[in-house]
């Protein structure tokens, strides 16, 4: 089992940025790829973006995609996601997710082992 702990949420303006962390313990040598995903109030989790581990190739939601980047610390067991031109339909909590299945997904099933999620509220 993997634990997962996410930093970096926050309330920030239309247009600012923020950098979420999560930080991988446990049983690392098992995951496969990290991902992000995103539930905002009365809807459900959905897909933000995802790393495989090892070769670092990434996938992105339409939604985020030139604005979201993904990037990872093997040596730190950290997934980054820096979030950039904010906008108010970007706000709700943020969880990282890991995965030993040997291929990228955007689907939350997939995923092994959850974060307790961080708040991004993004105001106009």
């Known amino acids: 089992q993997v634990q997962l702990v996410e930093s970096g949420g926050g309330l920030v303006q239309a247009g600012g940025s923020l950098r979420l962390s999560c930080v991988a313990s446990?049983?690392?040598?098992?995951?496969?790829?990290m991902g992000w995903f995103h539930q905002a109030p009365g809807k459900e989790r959905e897909f933000v973006s995802t790393i495989r581990w090892v070769y670092g190739s990434t996938y992105y939601a339409d939604s985020v995609k030139g604005r979201f980047i993904i990037s990872k610390d093997n040596a730190k067991n950290t997934v980054y996601l820096q979030m950039n031109s904010l906008v108010p339909e970007d706000t709700a909590v943020y969880y990282c997710a890991a995965s030993i299945r040997p291929y990228l997904s955007t689907v939350p099933a997939d995923f092994d082992s959850w974060g307790q999620g961080t708040q991004v509220t993004v105001s106009s």
């Open positions: 446990g049983r690392t040598s098992n995951m496969h790829a």
